[in-house]
């Protein structure tokens, strides 16, 4: 008997874009109400005839392909992540897995029960409590009502909300919903496990009772999983097996830390500013004109992709000077991509015996970033530069040189942290026992 639980062959989607009203748009009607229906109705009757061509012309519609001709293989308790980037196909090819949706070519052939977790209130019906919705998911996944009363307890437990059992579910919040949809999901003992990026949307704790809870039910309970995430710790730690998507298409297939390599070197990002040639610099000054700011590797070349946490990367500037000035300070800011400072660094910050010295001419200065200082998440390096306490030369945020960078990964080695952990930064702080005062 064959281990293979799920076969997927030349899976493809396609989607309708600018489609009429009324138009099968990627396999759904589009109903009229009543109302526009009279109102279509009374402009056609209103409207003058016309013969030519153009009054029962429909444009050509757009199409859009979701995914196109993916095919792999899971076998029975392997836990699968997929991963790439936002519009890659994950979403849809979890609706198609989980039968949300149907594919436009190609089948899907799936062995035993698929419980799935996609979006925050899918499968749930907001005017039934929370009791109410446990027994209606079980009985939509073929579960009897003595099997349910057996899980009942294990469910709310696991997902903590015993006060709000007999509330409405459309009055939980997005966290308390994710918290019961899971807790049902993974406890009716489905054959395949499928989960999208919705467990983001819990806090970290609870984030991390699932990642437990879905390598229990693999390893344990020899079950299927599906897992769909952005934060390549908690896939690098949980799966055994990993897919990359992109524009639709399976691009790699393989173990965890070579399709993550893979992403990460085609996750490219814009790690290196220099000035337009035929432009003149809004920072050329006669003390530091910027001539380049780079991200950059242990080799000194740019990095152009998505950069691990415990990689050693520094941040390179060059830049000219024609005048010299003991005040001046050159160096950058780190923000997140919405715009929280996390600090400053200028070449002055040591005792200034071993301050890099700016001499007339070309100047290259290098900081190398301590390893796993930075979280999972995307962040802007801005080049800054002054004459201490009397001008900027380039300020922060008004129009710097900067450079983005994506981090993604690499946060920690330790088995209890699968995920990014709360908070802007994410360093690893070394731990040691202290002798006891009084035993000496």
Partial sequence: MSDTIIQVENLAKRYQLGASKGVNNGGFHRYKTFAET????????????SNSQSATHNPQLEEFWALKDVSFEVKRGEVV???????????????????????TNGRVHLKGRVASLLEVGTGFHPELTGRENIFLNGAILGMSRSEMQR????????????????????????????????????????????????LAVGDAEFQKKCLGKMHD?????????????????????LCTECLLLRNGTLQAAGTPADIISTYLRNDATATVWMPEPSKKSTHQNPYFSPTLLAVVDANLAPISRAIRS?????????????????????????STSSGVLLFWSYH????EKDWPQISRGNNRLLAWLPPRTLNEGDYRIE?????????WLAEPGVKAPAVNVSIRGGLSDSPLWREARPGLLAPILPFHCLADANNH
């Fill in 38 to 49: 009279l109102v279509h109705g009374a402009k056609t009757f209103l409207r003058p005839k």
């Fill in 81 to 103: 992540g997929i991963i790439g980037r936002n519009g890659a196909g994950k979403s849809t090819l979890l609706k198609i897995l989980s039968r949300i949706t149907e594919p």
């Fill in 151 to 198: 899980k009942f307890d294990e469910i709310v437990a696991f997902a903590e909300v015993e006060k709000f059992l007999d509330t409405p579910v459309k009055r939980y919040s997005s966290g308390m919903y994710v918290r019961l949809a899971f807790a049902v999901a993974a406890h009716i003992e489905p054959e395949i496990l499928v989960v999208d990026e919705v």
């Fill in 217 to 237: 039910v693999a390893a344990n309970e020899g079950r299927t999983v599906l897992f769909v995430s952005h934060q390549m710790n908690a896939v690098e730690e």
């Fill in 310 to 334: 415990d990689e050693q990367i520094g941040v390179l500037v060059e830049g000219t000077a024609d005048e010299m000035d003991a005040a001046l300070t050159v160096g950058f800011a780190v």
């Fill in 348 to 351: 002055t910050d040591t005792a």
């Fill in 383 to 391: 080049l800054i530069s002054s004459l201490h306490f009397r001008s």
